[in-house]
């Protein structure tokens, strides 16, 4: 590899830094490109964070898919789980009922929605739990036992071991006053909640269901759940095709599509917006490598007159432009990287210091805030950066190449 172009633009890069005019313009631009860099990158990890967090608790709330047989099915739904037990990207599927209720204890009321569940393992896998050491679950008892978000205990200053009451509302019975069934429940387990789709629900053994409101021909609704929650509708469809009975299948990608949508979109504009940014400092960084075209004729001349061809001189004043870049953007990088990685100490810093703070103190930021930084993002900004810069540059490289020796030396 030939360096003599980097040699030659890092000397005419040294003489230039003795006029304080253009060297003020320069340190200028390159931190106009961090700042830009910087910018991005903290706002593409926070959208990968909030992605994150959004997955976390939609695909931790919701069925990644739902069957729901109709009387054309002919199938019960312990059938449907047997065809689709070792179905390759379903993980498990479990009867899937869901009830409101009022939550009463210490003369405090809640509306609460309560979920079945028949497998634990797979619901331990689901949520994170606050004591993973203490929960056992077998011999559960199916009217005495629920399992409820941190949020609730929290609201409501009950703990784990506490008993509370459930008020049920049974649609199946004629008369308002023998709709209203109340049951008591022991806390047995707390997970974690991550934000508001999630805060107000509680889980009960499948068994309490069957025992006191749902009978096996009742039960025709059957939740999905799978390893690859973002395929899913190509699994439900091709689960669709195996149980070959007439059935209705949706996914949460039905519900919730647009949610991802509007994030990319957001991206984007946030890309584009940045990115003009970083081009107004390349164009300043341009004009700083005309003017030092415009003063360093005679050195052209002579490299002209030693051998140089237009594509060396062209590279030196590339070279010479894409320096200041390479160095705005590594440092914003460099910087960006740096405070993500180090977020949580930054946060931590900050709720220490300032007691009063709309950032720390708003709701939405200690529910969804996140810094997530992914290589891809680190690389596209990276190399589009270096792409605009040689594009800027561009012209005054080849304004410099174009430049007749001849007509420079004759002035000397």
């Not at 706002?43 to 990968?48: G, M, Q, T, V």
């Not at 695909?59 to 070792?86: A, C, R, V, Y």
């Not at 984007?268 to 004729?297: D, E, N, P, Q, R």
């Amino acid at each position: 590899m030939n360096f003599l172009p980097f040699l030659i633009a890092r000397r005419l890069h040294l003489k230039e830094n003795k006029n304080y005019t253009v060297l003020l313009i320069s340190i200028l631009s390159k931190i106009g490109i961090s700042i830009s860099i910087f910018a991005l990158i903290i706002s593409f990890s926070a959208l990968n964070g909030f992605q994150t967090l959004l997955n976390k608790t939609i695909l931790s709330t919701f069925p990644h898919g739902i069957i729901q047989l109709t009387d054309k099915s002919l199938l019960k739904w312990q059938d449907i789980i047997h065809e689709l037990k070792m179905f390759p990207g379903i993980t498990y599927s479990e009867p899937y009922i869901v009830s409101n209720g009022l939550l009463v204890i210490k003369n405090k009321v809640k509306p609460i929605e309560i979920k079945s569940f028949s497998n634990i393992e797979c619901l331990k896998k689901t949520f994170s739990f606050s004591d993973n050491k203490n929960i056992l679950f077998k011999n559960i008892r199916p009217n005495h036992e629920i399992i409820l978000s941190s949020y609730l205990l929290k609201h409501l200053s009950i703990k784990k071991g506490d008993w509370i009451k459930i008020f049920f509302l049974n649609k199946n019975d004629n008369y308002i006053a023998s709709q209203i069934r109340s049951f008591s429940f022991k806390i047995i387990g707390v997970f974690q909640s991550n934000g508001i789709l999630d805060a107000n629900i509680g889980y009960v053994s499948f068994d309490f269901f069957k025992k006191f409101f749902y009978t096996d021909n009742k039960i025709d609704t059957i939740e999905l759940h799978m390893s690859d929650p973002f395929n899913a509708d190509k699994i439900v469809l091709n689960a669709a095709k195996k149980i070959s009975k007439p059935i209705l299948a949706y996914t949460w990608i039905d519900s919730y599509k647009y949610i991802y949508h509007d994030i990319k979109k957001i991206k984007t504009i946030l890309y584009l917006g940045l990115f003009f940014l970083v081009i107004i400092s390349c164009f300043s960084i341009s004009s700083i490598s005309l003017m030092t075209i415009s003063k360093k004729t005679r050195e052209i001349a002579i490299l002209r007159s030693m051998g140089a061809n237009n594509f060396l001189i062209q590279l030196i004043f590339l070279y010479y432009g894409l320096r200041s870049i390479i160095i705005g953007n590594l440092i914003g990088l460099f910087i960006g990287i740096v405070t993500i990685l180090n977020s949580k100490k930054i946060i931590f810093f900050l709720e220490k210091k300032f007691t009063y703070n709309i950032l720390i103190d708003n709701i939405y930021y200690n529910n969804f805030f996140l810094l997530k930084i992914n290589i891809s993002d680190v690389i596209i900004i990276f190399t589009s950066t270096i792409i605009i810069g040689i594009m800027t540059n561009y012209y005054p490289a080849y304004y410099a190449s174009k430049i007749n020796p001849s007509k420079i030396l004759k002035q000397y």
